[in-house]
Antibody, heavy 123, light 105 residues
Framework: QVTLRESGPALVRPTETLTLTCSFS??????????VSWIRQPPGKALGWLAL???????EYRTSLKTRLTISTDTSANQVVLTMTNMDPLDTATYYC???????????????WGQGTLVTVSS | SYELTQPPSVSVSPGQTATITCSGD??????IYWYQQKPGQSPLLIIY???KRPSEIPERFSGSNSGSTATLTISGTQTLDEADYYC????????FGGGTRLTVL
């Protein structure tokens, strides 16, 4: 059974750096074609993809946030970490991690999602 | 940047067919995916690669993709299908549509 669980602070101050951890089980990120992504959803708004990391360490970032995002993995611990710098109240959202499948960049999609973690940015 | 456009809302009567569209430039050259999200829940994959259903998804959900429009069709809509629906494409990065709220009444 594939499961993912997000963890991290519920509240961050403006200008601080957010660090979120995705702990997963039921699959290996070293398996060919496997990836993990981060997606966020501001309250009452649409989903927005942020970043993904592949089984071979390749990474992709949302162009508009690329300078603020870093995605990394600890394959031995089955964890993927996302950091986002210079947090702003507009970054308030539920942050999801999701198992990402598809052999090519034109075929990536999310077959299993975590339950999400709400991050509020406020002073 | 590439955009996917969905109608903000669709209404349907129980038992009728609901149609939710997703529009984008040369959309049929890309695979489209659909997710269902109920209030307070995580999104759920319901259609992948335009028209394939995960095994646990009911047959009343179907998808198509032609020209510049992809369509999610829900046949015999039930009240439990009331949710937000998102289309998604992958083109290097990943793009989601703005979502469609389906109301069943």
């Amino acid at each position: 059974q594939v499961t993912l669980r997000e963890s991290g602070p519920a509240l961050v101050r403006p200008t601080e750096t957010l660090t979120l951890t995705c702990s997963f089980s039921g699959f290996s990120l070293t398996a060919a074609g496997m990836s993990v992504s981060w997606i966020r959803q501001p309250p009452g708004k649409a989903l927005g993809w942020l970043a993904l990391i592949d089984w071979d360490g390749d990474k992709e970032y949302r162009t508009s946030l690329k300078t603020r995002l870093t995605i990394s993995t600890d394959t031995s611990a089955n964890q993927v970490v996302l950091t986002m710098t210079n947090m702003d109240p507009l970054d308030t959202a539920t942050y999801y991690c999701a198992r990402t499948v598809g052999a090519t960049r034109s075929n990536n999609y999310f077959d299993t999602w975590g339950q999400g973690t709400l991050v509020t940015v406020s002073s | 940047s590439y955009e996917l456009t969905q109608p903000p809302s669709v209404s349907v009567s129980p038992g009728q067919t609901a149609t939710i569209t997703c529009s984008g430039d040369k959309l049929d050259e890309k695979y489209i995916y659909w997710y269902q999200q109920k209030p307070g829940q995580s999104p759920l994959l319901i259609i992948y690669q335009d028209n394939k259903r995960p095994s646990e998804i009911p047959e009343r959900f179907s998808g198509s993709n032609s020209g510049s429009t992809a369509t999610l069709t829900i046949s015999g809509t039930q009240t439990l299908d009331e949710a937000d629906y998102y289309c998604q494409a992958s083109l290097g990065g990943v793009v989601f549509g703005g979502g469609t709220r389906l109301t069943v009444l």
